[in-house]
C-alpha cells in the first residue's frame, strides 16, 4: 500500500518520471517533468500540464503529496550453489566493513578490501573494487544484514518502462510478433525502432527500450497467449495443460488408464543388425498406481491396434509369477487417447466382446489421463534415462532414424529382460506420493479381493480376438506361414482338406487374426468360427515376432557364396595338369568300375534270397506284425 510523504516548506520539490502523487486528493503518476513543466497522469486516465512553480506552491500548502514506493518483503529460503559462493564472498567483505567504525574513512576501504582478499583469495579469486564492496555493505545494512536477499536474483525484475512506450511495446509485439508466420524478436524489436522514429512527438523525452528490456518484457508475456498467437489453439492448450484435478477412485480396476510412447532409443538384433525403434504401450490401474500390462514395439513406429489389444490382453491375464507380480484383471472403463491404435475398429470389439466401457480424451488433452502420462514421465528418468544408446526426449530433441542405428548399443532381448525387471522389481515396490506413499504392490494386495477379479481365463472365444486382421495362405502339408513362423494343427489340416476337396489347388486363402506381439498361436476363422493354430515351434506366450526374428541371424543373400563355373573349373584342370597335380577324385565311382567287379555275388538282388514276408515289407516298420 502506498503511503503519502508530506513536505515541510523548508524542503524542496524533485518530481522525476514514474514518481507517484496525491494532488488535491486525486492519485496521479508523473509522466514528464522539468523546470518548467510537469505532466501528470490521474487513474482515470485524465493527462494534464501543470507549471512545476505551481506544483511547488501546492507542496508547500501541502496539497501535493508524494507518495512512497510500496514496500515487499522478500524471503529468501535457498540458494543456489553459485548463489551460496557468491554469498560467502561479499559476506566476508561486508562483515570486515560492520567491525569498523568509520569505513568511509580515507585510505580505510582499501586496507579492508586488501586484508579480507588475502584470506580468500584461493576460494574466491577475483577482488571487487572498493567502490563495489561499499555499495554491497550499503544494501546489506538495508537488508537487515542478511545476504540473501542481495544474491538471489528475483524472478520478476519487472520493466522500468512509462505506460506511453509500455503502450508502442505493446502494439508492435501484437502486430509484428504475436502471428502465426512467428517472426523474431530481433525483427519485432526493429519494428519498435521504426515506430519511436514515426512518434517522435508523441514519445519525445523518452528513450527506446533495449534489445534485451524488450525481450524479458516478451518472456513476462502470458506463454498461453503467446503460444495461442503463434503456434494455434491445439498447440497452446498441449504446452500449457495442467493437470489440476485428481482422478478419484475407491478401488482397483474401476478406471484404467492406457497411453503409448516412443522412446528415442535403437535395439540391435542379437547378430548385430539393427532391430529399430521403441515404442512402448502401457496399461495402468489408477487406485493402485499399478502398471497391469504393457508392450513393447521395435522398429514399427505408428501405433497398430496389435499393439493395443496385446497390452490390454496382457492386462488382463494370470501373469506367469501371481505371488510376485499379482496386478491383472479386467477394468470397468478404460481411458483412450484418440490415437490411430486406440481409435481402431478391432480396439473397440475386442473391449465390446469384453464388455468394458470406453472413456476418450480430448484430443492433446493429456491432462484427461494424467497418471499415465506421470508414470511414463517417471520411467524416462529413473530407466530409460540411464540405458545406453537412450538420446532424450522425443518433444525436446528431434533424432534421426540414422542417429538412433548409430547410437544403438541394446539387443531386443537385453533391453525386454531389463524393463520387465524394473516394472515388477523397482516400479512396483517404490513408494509413490499419489497414493500417500505407499507403493503399487501395497497398495494392489491390500484393496484387492483375489475372487472378485476377472480376468482373460473366465472367457472363452474372446481369448482368441486378436488385433492384427490379414488374409494368408494355407497348404494342407505346411499350414500357415507369417514372418518367419509356422502355425498348423490337426484341426487346421481337416478344415483346408475340406475347402481343398475336388479344387485342384494345393492352397487356399485363409482369414487369420494375428497378435504381433504373441507369436505362440493365431486365430484362423472359418465360416464364423474361430479356432486357435499353435506355433509349431512351441514358442512360448507373450514372445512377440520382433523378439523371435531378432534372435534369428539374418541372411545376407548378396554376400553368399556361389557355385565354380564350368569356366573356372576348366581352367583350374589346366592349371593342374600343367603343375602334375592333377589326381582323380576318391570319391569318384566310374560305371565300368562296376560292370568288371569280380565279386558278382554282391551284386545279386538281396530280394531274392530275403526271408522277409511281404506283409513285413508293407509294414510302418517292418517289425512287430502279429501273425494272421
Known amino acids: 500500500m502506498n503511503t503519502a510523504i508530506s513536505l515541510t516548506s523548508d524542503q524542496s520539490i524533485n518530481l522525476s518520471n514514474g514518481q507517484s502523487i496525491k494532488l488535491a486528493g486525486r492519485h496521479g503518476i508523473v509522466q514528464f517533468a522539468n523546470q518548467e513543466v510537469t505532466l501528470v497522469k490521474f487513474a482515470n486516465g485524465e493527462h494534464r500540464h501543470y507549471p512545476t512553480l505551481e506544483l511547488k506552491a501546492a507542496a508547500n500548502e501541502k496539497k501535493l503529496h508524494l507518495m512512497a514506493a510500496p514496500v515487499h518483503l522478500r524471503c529468501v529460503v535457498s540458494l543456489t550453489k553459485k548463489q551460496q559462493k557468491e554469498h560467502d564472498r561479499r559476506l566476508a567483505y561486508c562483515e570486515a566493513f560492520d567491525q569498523v567504525e568509520n569505513p568511509c574513512t580515507a585510505g580505510v576501504p582499501e586496507r579492508v578490501v586488501d586484508s579480507v582478499f588475502k584470506k580468500i583469495q584461493k576460494q574466491h579469486p577475483k577482488k571487487p573494487a572498493w567502490k563495489t564492496v561499499h555499495a554491497w555493505f550499503s544494501r546489506y545494512l538495508i537488508d537487515g544484514k542478511d545476504m540473501r536477499l542481495q544474491v538471489a536474483l528475483k524472478e520478476d525484475q519487472g520493466f522500468r518502462v512509462v505506460d506511453e512506450v509500455q503502450e508502442v511495446m505493446d502494439k508492435v509485439i501484437k502486430k509484428h510478433y504475436l502471428k502465426t508466420s512467428r517472426p523474431t524478436v530481433v525483427f519485432a524489436y526493429k519494428q519498435l525502432q521504426i515506430a519511436f522514429a514515426k512518434g517522435k512527438r508523441e514519445l519525445e523525452g523518452f528513450s527506446i527500450p533495449s534489445l534485451s528490456t524488450f525481450r524479458r518484457y516478451i518472456k513476462g508475456l502470458s506463454k498461453y497467449e503467446v503460444d495461442l498467437a503463434r503456434y494455434g489453439k491445439k498447440y497452446a492448450e498441449n504446452e500449457n495443460r495442467a493437470a489440476l484435478k485428481v482422478y478419484k477412485t475407491s478401488f482397483p480396476l474401476e478406471r484404467i488408464e492406457c497411453d503409448a510412447c516412443e522412446i528415442n532409443i535403437g ?362
Not at 294 to 301: I, M
Not at 385 to 404: M, P
Not at 584 to 595: F, H, P, R, V
Open 267 to 628: 535395439l540391435l538384433n542379437e547378430d548385430g543388425t539393427y532391430a529399430g525403434k521403441v515404442t512402448i504401450f502401457l496399461v495402468m490401474d489408477v487406485f493402485s498406481r499399478a502398471i497391469l500390462g504393457y508392450a513393447v514395439q521395435v522398429g514399427h513406429t505408428k501405433e497398430s491396434a496389435a499393439a493395443v489389444i496385446h497390452s490390454l490382453a496382457h492386462s488382463m491375464r494370470l501373469k506367469d509369477d501371481p505371488e510376485k507380480n499379482p496386478m491383472s484383471g479386467i477394468g470397468l472403463c478404460y481411458v483412450f487417447d484418440n490415437g490411430a491404435g486406440y481409435r481402431a475398429e478391432m480396439t473397440a470389439k475386442f473391449l465390446n466382446a469384453i464388455g468394458s466401457d470406453i472413456v476418450r480424451c480430448r484430443s492433446r488433452r493429456a491432462d484427461e489421463k494424467p497418471h499415465v502420462e506421470r508414470a511414463i514421465g517417471t520411467m524416462r528418468q529413473a530407466f530409460f534415462k540411464n540405458l545406453d544408446g537412450y538420446l532424450g526426449k522425443k518433444s525436446e530433441v528431434k533424432v534421426t532414424e540414422q542417429t538412433l542405428k548409430q547410437a544403438a548399443k541394446l539387443s531386443v532381448s537385453e533391453f525386454m529382460l531389463m524393463f520387465e525387471d524394473y516394472i515388477q522389481n523397482v516400479y512396483h515396490h517404490t513408494g509413490n506420493r499419489g497414493i500417500n506413499g505407499f507403493t503399487p504392490y501395497e497398495m494392489w494386495n491390500n484393496h484387492i479381493d483375489e475372487e472378485e477379479v476377472i480376468t482373460l481365463a473366465d472367457f472363452d472365444d474372446r481369448l482368441m480376438l486378436r488385433g492384427n486382421a490379414k488374409t494368408l495362405t494355407c497348404s494342407v502339408s505346411g499350414g500357415i506361414a507369417h514372418r518367419g513362423q509356422r502355425f498348423h494343427s490337426h484341426e487346421l489340416k481337416e478344415i483346408i482338406t475340406r475347402k481343398l476337396k475336388n479344387s485342384g489347388s494345393r492352397s487356399c486363402k485363409m482369414e487369420v487374426l494375428i497378435d504381433d506381439f504373441d507369436a505362440s498361436a493365431i486365430t484362423v476363422i472359418s465360416d464364423g468360427i474361430m479356432i486357435e493354430v499353435p506355433n509349431v515351434d512351441d514358442v512360448k506366450r507373450d514372445q512377440g515376432f520382433s523378439f523371435l526374428k531378432s534372435q534369428t541371424k539374418q541372411i545376407d543373400s548378396a554376400n553368399a557364396p556361389v557355385p565354380m563355373s564350368a569356366r573356372q573349373a576348366q581352367a583350374q584342370n589346366r592349371v593342374r595338369r600343367i603343375n602334375g597335380t592333377h589326381v582323380e577324385s576318391d570319391t569318384l565311382i566310374q560305371d565300368s568300375e562296376i560292370i568288371e567287379n569280380t565279386t558278382k555275388e554282391l551284386e545279386e538282388d538281396h530280394a531274392a534270397t530275403s526271408t522277409i514276408t511281404e506283409t513285413e515289407r508293407n509294414a510302418t516298420d517292418g517289425f512287430g506284425v502279429d501273425d494272421e
